[in-house]
Structures are given as C-alpha cells and as structure tokens.
C-alpha cells in the first residue's frame, strides 16, 4: 500500500538512499533538509526514476519550519504515515582533538587545540540539540498524523557510539545514546496508539558530518580512520545501500509487532572486543 513517507536530513547521504528506496516501494515521498537545494535535487531524481517525491525546506530545530513543511506534505500527499527522523550529525566543535588526556596537553597553545576543559557549551549544545531535540520536534509535528491510522512508524538514527561513547565527540556520544533511551521511551509511549518506533544503528559510512574525522584532505584514511576498518570485522566501512533492507523491514508491516528497537549495521563493530 502506498504511503506517505518524511524524511529529515534527506537531502544528506545516507537517507537520500533512503528516501529513494522508499520511493522504490511506490511510497510517495517529502523529501525535507535544511538546504532545500540538496532536498529538491533528491525528489528530482526519485521523479526522474518514476518515483513521487517532493523537496521541502525544514529546519529539524524550528516548529514552525516544521508545521509549515507539514502544511504543504499534507496539501500535496494527504496525512503522514512514516516519518525517518534522519537529520543529524557531529560538529567540530564538540570534539578533543585528543582521544586521551595527557598532563602536557594543558600547556599546548596550539592553535585550535582542544582539551575537554575547552569545550565551548554552545559547541556541545549544537550537537545535542540537532540530534536529540532535531528527533524530538519532528515526531511532535508529524507523528499527530499518525494517530488513529493503521501501519504507522517512525524510524529514528541512531549510532555506534549510543553503545559505548567514541573517543573525542562527548556531545555527539551523549545525544545519540538519547536518541537509543527516546526510541524506546516513545515507542512504548505510542503503544497504544499503534505507532511503532525504532532505529537504525549505523555503523562507519563515509560521508559529510565525519569526513574531517576519518579522511585527510587528500582523501587517505586519518588514523581514526584506519583504527575503524580495524575495528569492523568485516574489515570496510559501510555504504548507504546496507541501510536500505532493514529500513524498509522496520518501516513495513512485516514488523508489525517489532517496537522499541536499535538495530546496528555497522559489520560486526559493536558485537567486537577488538581481542
Ligand atoms: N555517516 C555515518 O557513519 C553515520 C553513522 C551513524 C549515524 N549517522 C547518522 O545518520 C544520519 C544521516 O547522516 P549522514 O551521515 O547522511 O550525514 P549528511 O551530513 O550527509 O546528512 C545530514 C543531512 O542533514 C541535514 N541537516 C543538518 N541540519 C539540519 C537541520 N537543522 N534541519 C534539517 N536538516 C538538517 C544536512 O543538510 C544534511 O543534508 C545522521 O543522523 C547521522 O548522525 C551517520
Ligand atoms: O569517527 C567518528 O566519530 C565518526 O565517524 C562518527 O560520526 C561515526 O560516523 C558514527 O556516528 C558512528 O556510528
């Protein structure tokens, strides 16, 4: 059955795969991002491939950037059936740029050279509210769609690190480990109102929000990034595609009876010790 299907953060790498996919399944799709020119560059190419999308500018951390998209989903598609609360990310600015404190990094004068005594709050407020409250604000708007309508759901993203914290992003760790505790809480939340929810655990995907992280400028691998591959058994790192199966499981109604839950994809990365 086709459904109408928003996703956040669309324009981005990983749910514009995502939201083409959906497509895919003859779903007609609101393709939302903050850059509207990346957002209508997706639904054009979901158009072009026979698909039913359309790109729309919403700002994940603004209500009424959100009622508004909603507005103009709902003129265009009807009433909202899954929303994929994809828009999300790290920022330099909630990052060490160590792993481990060592005593002599306190006299490092460097320039940029972070410690955790300097992180900046707005830098770890930024971080946390484009995770957290940028999955909170979504739900609120769209999930009222869902109410008293059959095979409805909301697909959170969250992370690797909501298991166990990365070295050097504090604020990216702590908001998707919020992300993982509010998957469960609203889906238990919405039980009775027969709206599912889960996540997506990702593993390592290359793409805008990590690339600093991950490559140099030449495009080789930082030793974060070598320590990775070495970390993921199955010794690569992700490509959008291996999203793509579980996403429409969690968003179908063959998981009809499956809520609450945070489904890594990450290669075997949390399931290893690295011994
Ligand atoms: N890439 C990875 O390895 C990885 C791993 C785990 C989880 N994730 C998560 O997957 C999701 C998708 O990220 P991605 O890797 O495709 O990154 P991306 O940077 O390619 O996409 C993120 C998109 O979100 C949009 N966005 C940013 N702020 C927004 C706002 N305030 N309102 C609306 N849209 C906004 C950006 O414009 C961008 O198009 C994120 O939640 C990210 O945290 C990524
Ligand atoms: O090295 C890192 O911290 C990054 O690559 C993470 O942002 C990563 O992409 C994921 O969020 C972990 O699941």
């Not at 979504?138 to 959170?156: E, H, R, W």
Request: with cysteine; aromatic share 8%; hydrophobic share 40%.
């Amino acid at each position: 059955m086709s459904k109408v299907v928003v996703l956040t953060g669309a324009g981005g790498v990983l749910c514009s795969t995502l939201a083409k996919a959906l497509a895919e399944q003859g779903h007609k799709i609101a393709v939302l991002d903050l850059k509207l020119e990346a957002a209508e560059q997706v639904a054009k190419e979901i158009e072009s491939a026979g698909g039913t999308a359309m790109g729309v500018m919403a700002n994940v951390l603004e209500k009424a950037s959100l009622e508004d998209a909603k507005s103009k989903i709902n003129a265009a598609y009807g009433t909202v059936d899954i929303l994929v609360n994809g828009a999300g990310g790290n920022h330099p600015l909630g990052t060490t740029s160590n792993p481990f404190l060592e005593e002599e990094d306190l006299k490092n004068t460097t320039e940029g050279f972070k410690t955790f005594f300097d992180l900046d709050s707005k830098g770890i407020e930024f971080v946390f509210n484009l995770n957290f409250i940028g999955t909170l604000l979504p739900t609120q708007v769209f999930a009222k769609d869902m109410i008293g309508k059959k095979g409805c759901s909301v697909l959170n993203i969250s992370s690797m690190n909501a298991f166990t914290p990365l070295t050097k992003i504090p604020a990216y760790s702590g908001a998707k480990a919020a992300v993982s505790n509010f998957t469960q809480w609203l889906s238990v939340h919405f039980s009775k109102v027969g709206i599912r929810v889960n996540a997506l655990a990702p593993g390592f995907f290359l793409t805008d929000q990590n690339r600093t992280l991950l490559t140099n400028t030449d495009g080789s691998l930082t030793q974060r990034g070598q320590q990775i591959i070495d970390q993921t058994p199955m010794g690569r790192y992700g490509v959008p595609e291996d999203l793509i199966s579980t996403t429409l499981y969690l968003c179908d109604e063959a998981s009809s009876f499956v809520t609450g839950v945070v489904i890594p994809i990450d290669g075997g990365f949390s399931a290893y010790s690295g011994v």
